[in-house]
């Protein structure tokens, strides 16, 4: 049995895990039980995609007799399948183990129990067709099970309408993908895809193809303005689930992106790049604008996803111009970054989730301007939930750093690009990154800030307890590897390197360790450098003797008192700084332009008696510009087409004719 | 014996970065007296602050927590090994490689984080306008910081910080428009980012425009002590950037023997200080900027930034 | 004589530099300021350029430059604001961070464009042109983004700037063309001076929105 094979067994076994998670009662054995089996389960996955990963062989494939008769089902592993694999079955592992403890809260087993496990299966199989036939099947379960998930708490009705919106949104996307399949196919109609990779310099559009791509993957992805379903559908769902989706489902996506545009469709032109890079620097930049103004700890969350995915994207797009343009070495920094951020943000996203959902466990709280001084309450938690603040905020020696590091190095190279148009374009949509990653901690200070530190702004935040075990410990792993990834990414770019190889046909050259054993080197020994081990070691050292220092030559004495606040503290917690205060500087800077933000100040006359009051009107030019008109044209549609259902059998039987007519008329004239 | 004398010189520029800190500060304070026609303290008075500040018992806010006390550790010690990667008197050093111009101000991004967090923790209102603010300022120093780093790299084609020392100092340049260009961004940048005026005011109390102070306000004993330095460090640092990047005369290379390296060394004292003085003589010069007005001025610094890579496409021909 | 071509070409640099800083200023007087460094700056460009080209009759065109375009202009300019008691803050149709960003992008097509036509040329004679081409197009942008008739004003003396600065740039222009510019601008000037003080006269205001209500176009 080669790895392969061992991999597609787990599908059906975690089919089977959903099979009996119908049966489940409200008890804790019943939760552990088939949440620790789909645990185990992602974790023996994710060996097998390390193995596949290191693993020095050709691609395996194999034929089953599944799906259409004519074609079978195909599948296929290569070394971009098995680095997805580890992706998926670590965030799944991660989110499995949180799920030991937090899962127990949920009221309702028979709602989430049996699709927990199908919507891991659907995610991996997605991985390992290489068929389009199939390829649409499991990315439809894929779709159909999360968004089961998102309805677990269907009596609430903003979550049936981020539900509703994101199985338009779904059906939307597999639409485009079923269309692009159509495109690569051609007239040949063979959907395997083999016969696309054979295809692949043939007569086929390929910017039609990238836009499909960009439309399809993209709105799974979350790319502007197709996000808009992203924020409302992911926080709905069940705190581990939240992070499945975003940690791990959108990845499912830029995998499809990744396998239509460099494998499936091989022959990349550098104009393709253009259209990419400026989406994902527009999507980076409005993502993170976007999460600062939510208040809501997990829609914050879900916009920062929208946010790393354009950072994504801007690897992927640099790598196409590199690539196009024959530049090797830009090109595979760039895909190694990209795929590293992949990675990156399946951990810290799934981290930062989890915690808050140990938060909203805690305090029954998703607002964060009703949260605060928590970090007395949940030391732990809050320890894990600041590694993935600091990870995410692209800061050093952690890992988010290192992809987006990488991502600017690649920029550094683009002047050798011989366009004049992407000359001027990328150092541009950097700064559009710097503007991001900054904005981002900027995010962070506010999310942390305000959820963990100050004091508690309600009750509920007052008595809050720290969580369970298994909650911990899952965030406990994801926060060491955050770490680890951050001090030793050469060994993670180095594994890397055959995805890189297969993507852009090139690699780059693994780490020798010419001026010390953990430095980056991407473009050899004369190039830029970065080494997070020992900016690491150096910090250590710097603040032991600090430490050492202070407690040598200082007075030692430490008091409790009153805070000074410039000697008018305030006891109420109400005259801390909020979320919304926070962000009112950036609020006016950025988002008076960009969302309308306009501020309302209605201040009574001295001797009145009314209250004064503040508001603040935003509008979401997405969803203003594009989903809005767009829902109403739909709208408007079906009201037109609603006379087809009070017609005649006569009149129906003539529609059905006509039909039929039409087609003949277009066989003939085909054939 | 390589590996020694390796040692020996980074080592070296540790302690010579924190041993001037105070020094640098203090020569800011008292040109600025000086250009306002008063005595001032004298300049090694940030040394007795510090002394002072350390032998003083340390007050912590009641509900101040274990983030609020190992902050100032963490500032320091971020601040200090960005400090030292910089070159300074040296082009070379041995450890320069381990972190880039990119890598340097996103260490410096580690401290600002945890030093907004702190401002935060103790939950009184004028840490968190400091807090926001600061953050805010940052996330619009940095694309421009990205354009200076741009051009750097084109120049020089890395962006590690020694290899573009020795490029700009071999004088192959000449004077070009867009080194000009971002040296200006680059000032901006700096007053920006140490919190001078007019982004800042670093000598005010009990003001609604303090950005820095008001984040550190809660501060006492030891722990402020640690935060001053840490803020000496990092103009210390800029100064240093500023001078590798756009005056690296006299500079040693790391083969050179001591006399060299003494000359590099008098040499960075001496430029350092002039830039200290001429930073306190522009300081008095100008009026404290409103909050608001200092996005306009970084994104004119945002603006010199994308010039100078733009004119550097030009001047270096497609 | 290379560090000469390296001076004239920071000195162009910063024509373009202070036609942005016109674009950033807020204040009338600011702007006017702006100006006066902006047309010193182009002096002493020609002035170089007459140096290091070998050719005298540029000096005489730094000349003009610096006594009408430093001098005369602005000081008129001056006594025009305090005699009408002009309100003194700028008002711009979009933002001033708009505006700076479509400079830049003008500034990139300047780029651009000259790329391509000066192929043949040497390296700075382009970078010249390139300058020269956004400092026109600036003016323009000054002109259509400010609702002020002072600011178009300087707007457009900003713009002839450019011109001065592009036919420095292209060596053998005769200095015929020069004087008729130079003389054209000044009656230009004159025009736009007795235009402000009738407006002033008949509508109270050289604000152009209050201006348009005559014109019919708003009731």
């Known amino acids: ?671 | 014996m390589e590996l020694m004398h390796d040692l020996l010189l980074q080592g070296w520029q540790m302690v010579l970065v924190v041993l001037i800190a105070p020094w640098i500060t203090g020569v800011v304070r008292k040109t600025k007296a000086r250009m306002l026609r008063k005595q001032g303290p004298s300049v090694l008075q940030p040394y007795r602050d510090l002394r002072r500040l350390l032998s003083k018992e340390t007050l912590l806010a009641e509900n101040a927590s274990w983030l609020f006390r190992v902050a100032p550790y963490l500032i320091v010690s971020a601040t200090w090994v960005a400090a030292t990667l910089v070159p300074t008197f040296a082009t070379g050093l041995p450890f320069s490689w381990v972190a880039d111009l990119l890598a340097i101000v996103a260490i410096l991004a580690t401290a600002r984080f945890f030093l907004a967090l702190a401002g935060m923790d103790v939950g009184t209102s004028f840490g968190g306008i400091g807090s926001s603010r600061e953050m805010m300022i940052a996330s619009l120093a940095e694309p421009a910081m990205l354009f200076i780093v741009f051009t750097m790299a084109i120049l020089a084609g890395t962006t590690r910080l020694s290899t573009i020392a020795s490029v700009m100092a071999s004088g192959t340049m000449g004077i070009r428009v867009s080194i000009g260009l971002s040296l200006f961004a680059m000032l901006i940048v700096a007053l920006a980012e140490n919190a001078r005026i007019p982004v800042d005011n670093p000598a005010t109390h009990l003001e609604l425009t303090m950005v820095h102070e008001a984040m550190v306000l809660e501060y006492t004993g030891r722990h402020l002590a640690m935060i001053e330095i840490a803020a000496s460090i990092k103009l210390v640092l800029f100064l240093s950037l500023i001078s590798c990047l756009f005056f690296p005369l006299g500079m040693a290379q790391r083969e050179d023997g001591w006399l060299a390296m003494g000359i590099g060394l008098v040499a960075y004292l001496l430029k350092i200080n002039a830039l200290a003085c001429l930073l306190a003589i522009g300081e008095s010069v100008m009026a404290k900027m409103r909050v608001f007005r200092v996005a306009e001025l970084l994104s004119i610094a945002m603006l010199f930034g994308v010039l100078a890579v733009f004119l550097l496409f030009l001047s270096r021909g497609m | 004589m290379a560090y000469g071509y390296d001076i004239s070409h920071l000195l162009s640099a910063s024509v373009l530099v202070f036609s942005f800083l016109l674009l950033f200023q807020g204040r009338m007087f600011g702007l006017l300021n702006m100006f006066v460094m902006q047309a010193v700056c182009l002096s002493l460009t020609v002035a170089s350029q007459a140096h290091f080209q070998n050719a005298p009759h540029l000096y005489v065109t730094a000349a003009i430059a610096l006594f009408f375009k430093a001098g005369i202009i602005p000081y008129s300019l001056r006594r025009i604001i305090i005699r009408l008691g002009i309100y003194r803050d700028i008002e711009t149709i979009f933002g001033v961070g708009l505006t700076l960003v479509v400079g830049v992008a003008l500034t990139c097509l300047a780029i651009m464009t000259v790329m391509p036509l000066a192929h043949a040329q040497e390296l700075s004679a382009r970078e010249d042109l390139a300058f020269a081409l956004s400092v026109i197009l600036m003016g323009m942008l000054m002109m259509i983004t400010r609702k002020n008739a002072i600011s178009q004003i300087v707007g457009f003396m900003s713009l002839e700037n450019g011109l001065v600065l592009a036919a420095t740039g292209v060596r053998g222009m005769p200095l015929v063309v020069e004087f008729s510019v130079a003389f054209s601008i000044l009656i230009a000037f004159f025009v736009f001076g007795l235009f402000v003080f009738r407006i002033r006269e008949s509508f109270d205001s050289v604000e152009i929105h209050v201006m348009e209500q005559y014109r019919g176009e708003k009731q």
Not at chain 1, 466 to 494: K, N, Q, Y
């Open chain 1, 1 to 671: 049995m080669n790895l392969l094979e061992i991999f597609l067994w787990m599908i059906p076994l975690l089919l089977l895990i959903g099979g009996v998670g119908l049966l489940a009662h409200k008890t804790a054995t019943w939760y552990r039980g088939v949440y620790g089996a789909t645990g185990l389960v992602c974790l023996f996955g994710l060996v097998v995609g390390v193995a596949g990963l290191v693993a020095e062989q050709p691609p395996l494939e194999l034929v089953l007799p599944l799906g259409l008769p004519w074609s079978h089902a195909h599948f296929r592993l290569d070394h971009l399948t098995a680095f997805f694999m580890v992706v998926v079955n670590l965030g799944g592992a991660a989110a499995s183990l949180f799920a030991m403890g937090y899962g127990l809260h949920e009221p309702h087993p028979r709602r989430i129990l049996p699709l927990y496990p199908c919507f891991l299966a659907a995610m991996n199989l997605v991985l390992v067709v290489d068929d389009a036939y199939s390829f649409l099947l499991a990315w439809e379960c894929m779709s159909l099970t999360s968004w089961g998930l998102v309805l677990v708490e269907h009596r609430i009705a903003s979550n049936r309408q981020a539900a509703f919106l994101y199985l338009s949104m779904a059906g939307f996307g597999t639409m485009m993908l079923l269309f692009l399949f159509g495109v690569l196919a051609g007239q040949a109609g063979d959907f395997s895809f083999a016969a696309f990779r054979l295809n692949s310099a043939g007569n086929v559009n390929g910017f039609l193809v990238l836009f499909l791509v960009l439309l399809g993957a993209g709105s799974k992805a979350g790319l502007f303005p197709l996000h808009v379903w992203l924020p409302l559908a992911h926080p709905a769902a069940p705190s581990h689930v939240s992070a499945l989706m975003s940690g791990v489902m959108t990845k499912v996506a830029v995998y499809a992106a990744l396998r239509i545009i460099f494998d499936l469709n091989a022959h990349v032109q550098w104009q393709w790049s253009v259209p990419v890079l400026i989406i994902a620097g527009i999507t980076a930049f409005i993502g993170v604008l976007y999460a600062i103004m939510q208040h809501d700890i997990k829609r914050l969350l879900a916009y920062h996803t929208v946010e790393n995915i354009g950072i994504i994207f801007l690897g992927i797009g640099l790598a196409m111009a590199f690539r196009a343009n024959h530049q090797f070495v830009g090109a595979s920094v760039a895909i190694t970054a990209a795929l590293l951020h992949t990675l990156n943000h399946s951990l810290f996203k799934s981290l930062l989730f989890l915690g808050s959902g140990a938060v909203l466990h805690a305090t029954g709280e998703r607002d964060i301007e009703k949260l605060g001084g928590l970090i007395h309450r949940m030391p732990v938690t809050a320890f894990f939930f600041l590694v993935g603040s600091a990870a995410i905020s692209a800061l050093p020696p952690l890992n988010g750093f290192v992809s987006e590091w990488l991502i600017f190095q690649a920029m550094m190279v683009s002047p050798h690009l011989p366009q004049p148009l992407m000359k001027f374009l990328i150092p541009c949509v950097g700064a559009l990154l710097a503007l991001a990653a900054a904005l981002a901690a900027a995010c962070f200070v506010k999310a942390f800030g305000v959820t963990f530190l100050g004091r508690p702004r309600s009750p509920q935040a007052a008595q809050a307890v720290e969580t369970d075990g298994f909650s911990l410990s899952a965030m406990a792993v994801l926060a060491t590897l955050c770490i680890l990834i951050g001090i030793f990414p050469v060994t993670v770019v180095d594994l890397l390197q055959p995805v890189s190889q297969l993507l852009v046909g090139v690699h780059l050259p693994p780490h020798s360790g010419e001026l010390a054993p953990f430095t980056l080197l991407p473009f050899g020994s004369e190039g830029s450098s970065y080494d997070g081990f020992l900016i690491m070691l150096f910090m250590l050292v710097a603040s032991t003797l600090t430490a050492w220092s202070v407690k040598r030559f200082a007075c030692g004495v430490t008091k409790r008192g009153d805070a000074w606040d410039c000697g008018q503290p305030d006891p109420s917690p109400m005259t801390q700084y909020t979320a919304g205060s926070f962000s009112q500087p950036i609020r006016r800077v950025f988002g008076s332009v960009w969302f309308y933000a306009r501020e309302k100040v209605d201040m009574p006359l001295p001797g009145e008696t009314r209250a004064a009051s503040f508001k603040v009107t935003m509008l979401d030019p997405a969803w203003e510009g594009l989903i809005a008109p767009l829902g109403q044209g739909i709208g408007w549609l079906s009201e037109r087409f609603n006379v087809l259902h009070f017609l005649s059998i006569r009149q129906y039987l003539f529609l059905v004719f006509t039909t039929l007519i039409l087609f003949l008329l277009m066989v003939a004239q085909w054939s």
